[in-house]
């Protein structure tokens, strides 16, 4: 297992039981939950239209794609 978990304080209320967990493997992932009042955050993964895709392009002067790239995994 090549994640690190831990404890620390939460942001939200202050306790010290807010579970963490992170790993760089496929990609940098974290999340925490506190154990105290209920606050949580984690990486979220999705995929973009080809439409959300060319408008983030825009912002970067990069020509509009007509199809997506094909995705190996």
């Keep these: ?3 690190t978990s831990g404890s620390d304080f939460c942001p939200k209320c202050g ?3 807010l579970m963490t967990y992170s790993n760089w493997k496929p990609y940098d ?3 925490g939950e506190c154990l105290d009042c209920g606050f949580y955050y984690d990486t979220k ?3 973009m ?3 959300e ?3 983030r392009r825009k912002d970067y ?3 509009p794609l007509k ?4 995705q190996t995994e």
């Design 1 to 3: 297992m090549s994640g």
């Design 15 to 17: 306790k010290s039981n």
């Design 29 to 31: 992932i974290v999340s």
């Design 45 to 47: 993964e999705g995929q």
């Design 49 to 51: 239209t080809l439409e």
């Design 53 to 55: 895709v060319n408008e």
């Design 61 to 63: 002067d990069l020509k």
């Design 67 to 70: 199809e997506l790239a094909e």
